[in-house]
């Protein structure tokens, strides 16, 4: 139960507290309190007028409600703020409740709307940019670390002779192996970024998603490279710059009856278990959403959902490679491989420095933030086989050719 107060009784409590109050502040100095204060008596009078309004309505014989006879703030609560004035610098502040309370209350300082100013946003602590895709070659592929400026490998390049059934006393035959040795350098990918030391020192939230972000596409950048660069000096090897292609004269003769996207990814399956005569085993298929999604709604000439043996109903394996569903790689094209055979060496994670020493940065209170990745990677040319790509029309329509 709400206790009511009169007329008189709010005006002797308010004007003492008030007026204490102000007292007190000017004493102070505080003008911060002070002003608040001020707009608090103001407040007050507008609340009394407004119980003035309503005795005289009552004498009157009007009916008044009793939601509108109710103090607009807690007294008790006001009046130990008040209170603790007497010891430090604050302000007196009222808890609104109401719009009723609102509304008063921006009467009393002649502002249109005050909820910016009252009642604080509620900010959400996330910070998003675009979209960027997930990167997923360095999970896929053979990955290690390196401490080395430099990968090499050797690899048997020519072969003569070959064993053969030998009579007695006959001469054995002789089989000779040419090696090479190859070598890769570790390559870098960087990103610099500039902040103002106000921003490192006043916005240290907003640098560490700016961190965040440049580090993920620090991390896009490499998977895009292993994915299709073209193992030039800067830039990585790539899967796609070393893949077989998968076309009209690879297929030959082979003819499917209403071929479609299934009987390209088997057939480039079966291809690469040929080229690596059994020792190649497909352990992904990557594809993009446009193609997943006709794989996922093939239907027959009935209008049913066709799933192929080999393809599990949930479409995440086709026979035993796994189906990864990546914008990386470009809609119509598919890329089939055994990727153990891509080898990825590694010099640590991404690397962050810091410094002023760039040109004027010093005397302007500018940081540069650089973020560098150190790696390689390469696929041995006897491996080259272990990976099939292509277009999905051009393999269909020779699938169907008459």
Sequence with gaps: MEETVTEEETVDEATKMLGEAMRKAIEAGDQAAAESIRKANEAVGSFLDAVADQAKAKAAGVKVEVAERKASFDVERVAKQIESLRDSKGSVSFELKTKQDLDYLAKSTAKDDLTGDVILPERDPEITRDPVREPFMEQIADTRETNSDYVSWVEVVTETGAPASTAELGTMPEKDFAFQEFKKPIEKITVTNKHSVELLQDGPGLVAEIKNFLAEDINVTTDTQLLSGNGTSPQLQGVLGIATTLDATAIGSQRIANANKFDVLRIAMTKIAKAGKGKFRPTHVILSPDDIETLDLTKDADGRYIVPAFYTPGGMLI??????????????????????????????????????????????????IKYRRRLTSYVRGNDDGAFQTGSFATCIAALVAA
């Design 319 to 368: 026979r035993s490679a796994r189906i990864i569903e990546n914008t990386g790689i470009t809609a119509g094209t598919f890329l089939v491989g055994d990727f153990r055979k891509l080898h990825v060496r590694r010099k640590g994670g991404v690397e962050i420095e810091i410094t002023n020493a760039d040109g004027t940065d010093f005397v302007k209170d500018i940081m540069t």
